[in-house]
């Protein structure tokens, strides 16, 4: 579904340590080039296409700055 966002180039989703849950969710995010967002706003866009489901990201990171090799 990230991929699915104009401004998101590469995405990943990985585990994260949670205290409470033992593991959440978290989205690793690549922008476009020339694009900016912040993280609120990768935020409320999933949650705007995923409140059938409730399945969506609790936590990102962007990475705007980020260059392939």
């Keep these: ?40 706003d990768i935020y409320k866009w999933c949650v705007a296409r995923s409140l059938k489901t409730g399945r969506f990201q609790r936590k990102y990171t962007l990475f705007p700055g980020y260059r392939e090799m």
């Design 1 to 40: 579904m990230l991929l699915k966002n104009p401004v998101v180039k590469e995405a990943a989703v990985i585990g994260g340590d949670d205290e409470r849950l033992g593991q959440k969710i978290v989205a690793l995010v690549v922008l476009k080039e020339q694009c900016q967002a912040e993280v609120k």
